[in-house]
């Protein structure tokens, strides 16, 4: 059961991490760290083990980092071209989606613009509520939905549970970006973002690569793991039949294209919060403590206070 996980897990986490148990859902590093002796406010703003220096030596090592940074700036913008440069691939079968306007075909999501993209949001038909992590993701969808659709760019949430579930969880969360229902169609299982039970037995596909079986037998149904799959209303194996992802459309001449997918990590990117974190004086600091087995991040709105 841990493939899932690895498959997804930052490089970091298994080498730099003191934990006795890392997992991993969503890209994101759920760990059980050895219990410690907390540190109170009052002795952390007294003491720190991070290196410190003169403004001198802190605006060298700036300068120094400037320079790796602009270089990865221009290696993102140059992977960028070569994800327009793919070659695209028809699509001729028919997808029938649910939306709240009714029944829609693939090429009707489109709504006039020549681009979709689709966030694969992880909401199978089993689950209560949709996936922590992809909520987290989702967060940032309003805010830029407008703006990619007076780009010539359609976003949309895709999930297998009925519609009537997502509008009662895009309610509860305050989200107004379409989501639609792929409910019974092969859409999912054709983009690799959901499995059978079969699938689930013998090894599924996911991120260009077969994965070892993962016999819904040998999940674990105490820990971490399970613990997750709750947050959902379902048990492991229920909730990883459903897999992360995002998919690039086009439309031209009438016909339909899928021109790019990216899965587990690749996804990173797409989430802003991360964006953030990753520039924060501790970063995504996502070790967690034994009594709180979970990731730091929980739906917008279960959390305490402010």
């Known amino acids: 059961m841990l493939v899932f996980a690895q498959e997804l897990l930052p490089p970091r986490a298994l080498v730099d991490v003191p934990v006795a148990l890392t997992i991993l859902t969503l890209g994101i590093v759920v760990a059980v760290a050895p219990s410690a002796v907390p540190v109170s406010p009052e002795r952390r703003s007294l003491m720190t083990n991070h290196r410190t220096g003169t403004r001198e030596e802190w605006l060298a090592a700036r300068t120094e980092l400037l320079a790796r940074e602009k270089e990865l700036t221009r290696r993102s913008d140059e992977l960028a071209r070569q994800r327009q440069e793919l070659p695209w691939v028809r699509l001729d079968k028919e997808y029938a989606f649910d939306t709240n306007e009714g029944s829609a075909s693939l090429a009707d999501l489109f709504r006039g613009r020549s681009q979709v993209l689709v966030y694969h949001f992880m909401f199978g038909p089993d689950y209560t509520a949709g996936c922590l992590a992809c909520s987290a993701i989702a967060d940032g969808f309003n805010g830029f939905a407008i703006h990619l659709a007076n780009h010539d760019v359609m976003l949309w949430a895709v999930s297998r549970t009925p519609l009537d579930k997502l509008q009662a969880y895009k309610q509860r969360m305050g989200w107004s970006f379409p989501w639609a229902s792929s409910n019974d169609s092969d859409f999912n299982f054709d983009f690799n973002v959901s499995l059978t039970e079969e699938q689930q037995r013998s090894g599924p596909e996911y991120n260009f690569r077969e994965q070892p079986a993962q016999p819904p037998a040998e999940a674990p149904t105490e820990g971490p793991f399970a613990a997750w799959a709750a947050t959902t209303g379902t048990d492991w194996p229920t909730y990883t039949r459903e897999r992360p992802g995002m998919s690039a ?37 996502e070790r967690r403590a034994e009594v709180d087995p979970l990731n730091f991040f929980r739906r917008h709105d279960e959390y305490d206070g402010d």
């Open 249 to 285: 459309f086009v439309l031209e001449d009438g016909i339909v294209y899928h021109t790019y997918s990216t899965y587990a990590r690749g996804l990173d990117a797409l989430w802003g919060m991360y964006q953030w974190l990753d520039r924060a004086p501790r970063g995504r600091n």
